[in-house]
């Protein structure tokens, strides 16, 4: 069972960044995909940004250019940069791990669809205007 541990949450103003980590159980040489979804007030849960096992991000539309995803592999860890914060980016944010090759859907709307089998317990974002 891969746990995964998030921090950097907060609360920001708009136009102001945060750095969420997520921690992950996992070998330091295995090469995980790993991403971050959101939960917001009224929505269902969806992605954000993912990173394959071969460090490429993708992104949802409704974040790129504002958000990066990256990994440090020897940490096991994953981060979002946020910035350009929008107080429609409130949410709870939660970090997701799979160990296989997932297939990271882009649907025609620019949502991100893909099966992670590990969650994080998620981290609260409030961004003011």
């Known amino acids: 069972q891969v746990q995964l541990v998030e921090s950097g949450g907060g609360s920001a103003q708009s136009g102001g960044s945060l750095r969420l980590s997520c921690v992950a159980s996992?070998?330091?040489?295995?090469?995980?995909?790993m991403g971050w979804y959101r939960r917001v007030p009224g929505k269902e849960r969806e992605a954000v940004a993912v990173?394959?096992?071969?460090?490429?991000?993708k992104y949802a539309d409704s974040v790129k250019g504002r958000f990066t995803i990256f990994k440090d592999n020897a940490k096991a860890t994953v981060y979002l940069q946020m910035n350009s914060l929008k107080p429609e980016d409130t949410g709870m944010y939660y970090c997701?791990?799979?160990?296989?090759?997932?297939?990271?859907?882009?649907?025609?709307?620019?949502?991100?669809?893909?099966?992670?089998?590990?969650w994080g317990q998620g981290t609260q974002v409030t961004v003011s205007s």
């Open positions: 997701a791990a799979d160990g296989r090759d997932l297939v990271v859907v882009v649907t025609p709307t620019g949502e991100l669809e893909a099966d992670f089998s590990y």
């Open positions: 990173i394959g096992g071969d460090d490429s991000p």
């Open positions: 996992i070998p330091t040489s295995t090469n995980y995909c």
